[in-house]
């Protein structure tokens, strides 16, 4: 009798301590798909955004282009949101800097 008590008043520190360790080890698949999502998924993504970002802001007068709707044009004017393609001698087109999606070697477009 003395025995069975002995352990039964150790059991509820064993049990509470067990289920810690539990509640992490069940936590740990749901860590490690967020970690392996980041790498896989998110981060490429923001490094993707943030080179965008610099190719636009670097626009110049002059730089050929190529937008998202498949119009390859020189640059003739910009604005702060918008940029203006001459796609041909005396043609102008206006399209906003994010459509850019391509800046093109010069001579390329003719």
């Not at 918008?82 to 010069?106: M, N, W």
């Amino acid at each position: 009798m003395f025995i069975s008590s002995a352990f039964a008043q150790t059991a509820p520190a064993a049990a509470a301590e067990g289920g810690l360790m539990g509640s992490l080890t069940g936590m740990l698949p749901l860590v490690l798909m967020f970690v392996v999502l980041y790498f896989i998924m998110i981060r490429p993504q923001m490094k993707r955004q943030k080179e965008h970002r610099a190719m636009i802001d670097a626009l110049a007068k002059g730089d050929e282009v190529v937008t998202a709707g498949g119009l390859l044009g020189k640059v003739a004017n910009l604005s702060e949101g918008y940029v203006q393609l001459e796609i041909a001698s005396g043609v102008q087109v206006q399209v906003q800097r994010s459509a850019v999606t391509q800046v093109l070697p010069k001579g390329t477009v003719k």
